[in-house]
Structures are given as structure tokens and as C-alpha cells.
């Protein structure tokens, strides 16, 4: 089962999620907003595809942060602990594919190579 992780609000995850649905691909939708997103989960991200593109630098949360909290994030370590206090600062959508792949962000093109080759 894919798992598409993001914020219901968000239009990006807002077109991924209708992507998906257009063409019939079974998914399911998870809230990091509501549903919090676990150690374990996080850890899984950040060994997949490095903590820097999973880290929004671009969004306003990002920008709200105090010059001490975004000095630190220099690492793994530190842009984990700041994605877990503030979720919104994982870029969106993080996608769980069936094959046990991670990706951040949608495109289509991308997508579609995915589901021709399963």
C-alpha cells in the first residue's frame, strides 16, 4: 500500500493526492499535521533521502524560526529534531511507495514512471 504523508491544505499534496485518486492507485493519507510523524518514520526519511531534501528552508515555518534554532540545523541530527517539533517543516508530500522507496515531493512525470514500472 502507498502512504502519502502531508498536510490536507497543502496544494501540493492536494494534487498529488488527486493524482493518485485519477488513476486508480490505491493509497492511504496520512496527517503529519494531526497524526504526528514518528521517530521511526523520520529516521526511515532521513536514511532514504538525506535530511536536506526533506527539510522546507522555503516555507513560513521555516522563516518563524529563531536564528538560533535554524543556525543549528546543520545536520542530520539537528534538522531531525526540529522536523519533529515542527512537522510542517517536512517538505510535502512524502511518499511511501509499495516497494519499500521513499520520495519527497510530486511530479508527475516522476510518479508516472513509478507506476509503469510496478
Not at 499534496?13 to 521517530?39: N, P
Not at 517539533?85 to 510535502?92: A, E, M, N, V, Y
Request: charged residues 30%; aromatic residues 8%.
Amino acid at each position: 500500500m502507498i502512504t502519502l504523508y502531508g498536510i490536507p491544505n497543502c496544494d501540493t499534496v492536494k494534487k498529488a493526492r488527486a493524482w493518485l485518486t485519477e488513476r486508480g492507485i490505491a493509497h492511504q493519507f496520512h496527517d503529519f499535521k494531526k497524526q504526528g510523524v514518528s521517530d521511526v518514520t523520520l529516521d526511515r526519511w532521513i536514511a532514504a533521502l538525506g535530511w536536506e531534501p526533506l527539510l522546507n528552508r522555503k516555507g513560513t515555518t521555516w522563516r518563524g524560526l529563531d536564528d538560533a534554532t535554524r543556525a543549528v540545523v546543520t545536520d542530520a541530527t539537528a534538522a531531525r529534531g526540529v522536523m519533529q517539533r515542527h512537522t510542517s517543516l517536512i517538505k510535502r508530500p512524502v511518499v511511501e511507495w509499495a516497494e519499500n522507496e521513499v520520495s519527497v515531493g510530486f511530479s508527475a512525470d516522476e510518479w508516472s514512471r513509478r507506476v509503469l514500472k510496478r
